[in-house]
């Protein structure tokens, strides 16, 4: 377990900060953005469970959390990774499963959705795309370094989870903003 005495250390005064081997970073290295966007997710799904109407909802959230969680640990220590990876087939075919589940109950969309509707939908619509950011910055630092290749992989079906909640705090898309072709300003 994790034992976290001192909180302000000093060490990244310099703008380098340590991985998880040991090893000093430059904090605008690739790899420290992926795990810093990857930490955004995180509070963006934070503040999503305070909107969340479900105990099932939040439970699932909370999982994703862990798993965020989990996934910027993978991503702290670098090289191949081995037995020490956290985030595996499982973990997607787990956020899958919760947004087919999810999906199931929603009806079909006939045009794209705008972020917004309720409160709820616009944290989660927020979320997805942070999510997608890291993604972006993940998939960065996989063509320069070896990455667990189930973090994409689980950043990408984590986007799309979040879309289907967004749909489902939308009162099961009856609230849904649609956009409409040619009406912008």
């Not at 999982?63 to 985030?87: H, K, M, T, W, Y």
């Not at 999810?102 to 942070?130: I, K, M, Y």
């Amino acid at each position: 377990m994790v034992k976290l005495d001192v909180i302000t250390t000093r060490g990244g005064d310099g703008g380098e900060t340590s991985l998880g081997d040991g090893t000093r970073l430059r904090k605008d290295a690739v790899r420290i953005e992926a795990i810093g966007a990857v930490d955004e997710t995180n509070a963006a799904v934070g503040l999503l469970r305070l909107h969340v109407g479900g105990e099932e909802e939040d439970a699932l959230l909370a999982r994703v959390q862990n798993g965020l969680f989990d996934l910027g640990a993978d991503l702290c220590v670098p090289g191949e990774g081995g037995s020490r990876l956290r985030i595996g087939v499982a973990h997607v075919s787990a956020l899958e499963a919760a947004t087919a589940a999810l999906n199931a109950t929603l009806p079909p969309l006939t045009s794209f959705v705008l972020p917004g509707g309720t409160p709820g939908a616009a944290a989660a619509h927020l979320a997805r795309t942070v999510a997608r950011r890291a993604e972006r910055a993940v998939v960065r630092l996989a063509a320069e370094e070896t990455v667990n290749s189930d973090v994409v992989r689980y950043l990408n079906r984590l986007s799309d989870l979040l879309f289907v909640l967004s749909r489902r705090s939308n009162d099961n898309g009856a609230r849904d903003v649609l956009w409409q072709p040619g009406s912008g300003a």
